[in-house]
Each structure stands twice: as structure tokens, then as C-alpha cells.
């Protein structure tokens, strides 16, 4: 059974930098695509970026020039440098993977909180 184990959120006041880290396991198949999303209160979960398992990167406006994303194939494992940190970054981050064995299929991590300080 594939699980997403996401690791490394927590509070830092803003200017500041965190690394969040996403471990697939239990994969039977191609990883494709691996993500972070983000949802704070009152808000939909949004995309923050995505990257390709030939490391196509995407980023949402708001990131770009402060968040990296990068991808360890062999691990399974995603990564979201995230630096400059506001505090409009405040949100419970996801890790997303979509899977494909015969079909694509998509598993989501349980979240992993960040809040950021002004």
C-alpha cells in the first residue's frame, strides 16, 4: 500500500527558511509527477509546485524566486526548499505523487503544518 510521509514543516518567523520532505513508499510502478499543495483556513488547496520525473518543474506565482523544488527518484522523494518565508505562507502543505502501474493513480500525504511569523 503507498503511503506519503511528509516531514519537516514547522514555525519560523518570516524572512526565514524551512525544508519540507515528502517519502513515497510501498510503490509498485512509475512515480510521474510529485507535488506540494497548500491550504489555509478558510481557503482551497492550492497548487505551490510540481515537478516531473525528468525534473519539470512548476511553480505557482506566489513561490517563484523563493521556493525550490527538486526530486530524488531512486528515494521516492520530494523535496520543498522554502526560503523568504511570509506570512501568507502560513498553510498546511501536502505532498502529492501520482502513481502509474496500469493505471494513474493519485495518493495524497496527511499534511504537514508551517507557520510563519511576522
Known amino acids: 500500500q503507498v503511503q506519503l510521509v511528509e516531514s519537516g514543516g514547522g514555525l519560523v518567523q518570516a524572512g526565514g527558511s524551512l525544508r519540507l520532505s515528502c517519502a513515497a513508499s510501498g510503490v509498485i510502478g512509475r512515480v510521474n509527477v510529485m507535488g506540494w499543495y497548500r491550504q489555509s483556513p478558510g481557503k482551497q488547496r492550492e497548487l505551490v509546485a510540481d515537478?516531473?520525473?525528468?525534473?519539470?518543474?512548476n511553480y505557482a506565482d506566489s513561490v517563484k524566486g523563493r521556493f525550490t523544488i527538486s526530486r530524488d527518484n531512486a528515494k521516492n522523494t520530494v523535496y520543498l526548499q522554502m526560503d523568504s518565508l511570509k506570512p501568507e505562507d502560513t498553510a498546511v502543505y501536502y505532498c502529492?505523487?501520482?502513481?502509474?502501474?496500469?493505471?494513474?493513480?493519485?495518493?495524497w500525504g496527511q499534511g504537514t503544518q508551517v507557520t510563519v511569523s511576522s
Open positions: 515537478i516531473t520525473s525528468d525534473a519539470t518543474t
Open positions: 502529492k505523487a501520482q502513481i502509474r502501474r496500469f493505471v494513474t493513480a493519485v495518493y
